[in-house]
C-alpha cells in the first residue's frame, strides 16, 4: 500500500494503493468485458442536452440522469452485478472504517485477509458499526466510468439510491484531482485530492452525500502495464431498491 491513511472529511477515508498491480489488471480486464455490447460502454446525455465527457456502463441498474432502470441504453437488459466485485467492496467498506487488515478477493485488493468480513461476505461490527449502513452494508450496483484524456465531472451529490450506505470508489490507470465538497453547496469549502492508481476511496457517514467531481485527469500517469489509455472510477454502491 503506497502511502497511509488518509480522511479527507468526516466520513472519507482515502487508502493509497490499496490494489497492487495484480489486482488492477484483473479489474483492467473485468472492465473490458462488462463495456462489450449488448448494453456495454456508452455517452451520456444530460437533460440539458449536453453529453458527458465521460463514458459509462452500469452494473446490477442502469443509470440515467437522475435514477436507475433495469434496461440499457440499447434497450438490452443491464449486466448483473458481479458478486466478487461486492465481496470486494464490503472488504474495502471494512478497511475503511475498521476491522480489517487488507483486501483480497478473486478480482481484488492485494493484502491480507481483511478480517471483519463474514464467511458470506456481511461487514461485521468491527467494519463500520459507528458510520451509517456500513455494519450491514450489501451492494448491488457499480457505475464503471471512463474518463479519455479531457474528460471531466462537475460536483455532483449521488442522491439516486435510495439508502445512505456508503459509496466505494476504485481507481484504475490515468490519476485524477478528485474535488471532495460539502453537503450544502457546490462552491467551498472543498478538498482537492490527487486520487492514483489502485487508491481506494470510501465516502459515508457526514461525507456520503458530499458535491464532489473529478476536476482534471493527469494523462500519462498510469502504468504502461496496465494497457489502459486514460481513466477507470469503478463505484460500487447500495441502490435500496426493489427488484
Request: net charge neutral; with cysteine.
Amino acid at each position: 500500500m503506497r502511502g497511509g491513511r488518509r480522511e479527507p472529511a468526516p466520513g472519507a477515508v482515502l487508502l493509497p494503493g490499496w490494489l497492487d498491480l495484480d489486482a488492477q489488471l484483473r479489474l483492467v480486464a473485468a472492465c473490458r468485458e462488462w463495456a462489450r455490447p449488448p448494453a456495454g460502454l456508452h455517452e451520456v446525455r444530460m437533460p440539458t442536452g449536453g453529453m458527458m465527457s465521460v463514458r459509462m456502463v452500469s452494473l446490477g441498474l442502469h443509470w440515467y440522469p437522475y435514477g436507475y432502470r433495469r434496461f440499457a441504453e440499447d434497450g438490452a437488459p443491464v449486466k448483473p452485478f458481479p458478486p466478487e466485485l461486492g465481496l470486494l467492496a464490503r472488504r474495502a467498506v471494512v478497511e475503511a472504517y475498521g476491522g480489517g487488515a487488507g483486501g483480497g478477493s478473486e478480482v481484488g485488493a492485494g493484502g491480507g485477509g481483511g478480517s471483519g468480513v463474514g464467511a458470506d461476505g456481511s461487514v461485521g461490527e468491527a467494519g463500520g458499526a459507528q458510520v451509517a449502513g456500513a455494519a450491514a452494508y450489501e451492494p448491488d450496483i457499480a457505475i464503471v466510468n471512463h474518463y479519455p484524456h479531457g474528460a471531466k465531472m462537475g460536483l455532483h451529490q449521488d442522491r439516486d439510491e435510495r439508502v445512505d450506505a456508503p459509496v466505494v470508489s476504485l481507481s484504475l490507470g490515468d490519476s485524477c484531482v478528485f474535488r471532495l465538497g460539502n453537503t450544502e453547496t457546490r462552491t467551498r469549502p472543498w478538498t482537492d485530492l490527487e486520487l492514483r492508481s489502485g487508491d481506494l476511496l470510501v465516502f459515508g457517514g457526514p461525507a456520503r452525500f458530499a458535491y464532489h467531481g473529478v476536476v482534471r485527469t493527469l494523462p500519462g500517469t498510469a502504468d504502461p502495464a496496465l494497457g489502459l489509455v486514460g481513466r477507470l472510477n469503478i463505484t460500487v454502491r447500495q441502490s435500496g431498491l426493489e427488484r
